[in-house]
């Protein structure tokens, strides 16, 4: 048994298909079992932060059994004026959508809490938006996620690919190919220089990508700063899998898998994520489209494997080293975000403690994860190398998959600007 800091997943998207006052609760249950401490909420509004913000914040207040912060997603116009107010409540991180734009901008927004109405809008991320948004975070000192994909790629190739007739994973990958990662990157990340501005990548899982992303972090100017996320599902998963597997970016190919594993192992990737969406299995593939690619939902849950697949897959089959592992699971999170008192065991920290047996082997079920999703792209596989202990700021929440966690102890975390400590 290792004793090591709780994990942080900087990217879980919850509040979408229940309201959040829901949400949260089941969510960070699930997150307590996976031995992650502090979730970062990818804030999705359809309408004005000034309208909405503060009702999201109290109706998350006493529902999460572990510790939680927000990102901002930039959707509208004025979002871009907001982002002030947002570095007020305590939001210190941003998102753009370089993804959803023209015929490909739909998207489920997150719900009012207390309502089951679900938000269904359009995007349209232009450059002039994505521009505007990285430079007013680098002058508020905060830092851009970014989801990067050129929609004019993907537009093209979906309908390209449609009209063949094809379907499955693998058609969608060519519908939405790498060389669309490959474009978004280069593009941003040449933006950021312009601004000295710092960006985080999220969910890399090509080796297109990564070979851009390699060539850029050796080109750092000054402030301007390029961090890497990739998901547990891009080490473990290809587009040879059901549609389950349906996600954006999609599930590459084995030599792809085997190219994330090597930016995991040589510190190109600096964080894990999930990318966890709360959503269910009949709602992903429901009636209609349960054998088409192009109407399934993207998106899974994710949040509670991410510890337990990278133990088994990472630590236990030689891949990486415990230390490298807290590296991605929890120290460069928080000092990216400006999490103070987590990511490290040390004195004056939140003592966020997971203890982990690496000989354990457990076989993965729904019922196991305890999350609102009744499914998982692990589901009956065994894993070696599990959390039997998740401890939030010295309480016990999660014993042995039991979680003894209370309803409400999870605690807001309000982030100020220029507390990063860049890598």
Partial sequence: VYVIPGAIDPHVHYGVFTPID?????????????????????????????????????????S?????????????????????????????????YMNLRGDIGGIYM?????????????VNTTQEMVEAAIARAAMLSCITLVHAEDPEICSREMKR?????????????????????EKAIAYVTDVARRYGASIYIVHVGSSKALQVLAENKRRRNGSSKVY??????????????????????PLRSKDDVAMVWDAVSNGLIDCIGSDHVANRLDMKLSSSNNDDVWSALAGFPGIATILPVMLSEGVNKGRITL?????????????????????????????????VDLDKEQRVSPELLCSYSDYTIYDGLMLRGW???????GKVVMEDGMVVGEKGYGRY???????????
């Fill in 323 to 355: 230390e490298r592992l807290v590296e991605l699971t929890s120290l460069n999170a928080a000092r990216i975000f400006g999490l103070e008192g987590k990511g490290s065991i040390a004195v004056g920290s939140d003592a966020d403690i997971v203890l």
């Fill in 110 to 122: 997150d719900i009012d809490p207390y309502s089951d109405t679900l938000v269904y809008g359009k």
């Fill in 387 to 393: 959390p039997i202990y998740t401890i939030v700021r």
């Fill in 64 to 96: 999460h059994l572990v510790d939680y912060a927000y990102h901002a997603s930039i959707l509208l116009d004025e979002h871009l004026d907001e982002m002030e107010f947002c570095v007020g409540k305590g939001i210190t991180s941003f998102k753009v």
């Fill in 161 to 181: 690919v449609k009209e063949q007739g094809l379907n499955g994973l693998k058609a969608w990958s060519d519908a939405r190919p790498a060389e669309a990662e």
């Fill in 228 to 249: 890497v996320e990739t998901c547990p599902h891009y080490l473990t998963h290809t587009h040879c899998f059901d549609l389950r597997g349906k996600v954006v970016p």
């Fill in 22 to 62: 829901k949400a949260a609760e089941t969510e960070s249950r699930s997150a307590a079992v996976g031995g992650v401490t502090t979730m970062m909420r990818m804030l999705r509004l359809y309408s004005s932060y000034r309208a909405k913000l503060d009702m999201h914040l109290e109706a998350s207040k006493g």
């Fill in 413 to 423: 975390i309000a982030r100020r600007p220029s507390r990063f400590i860049y890598l």
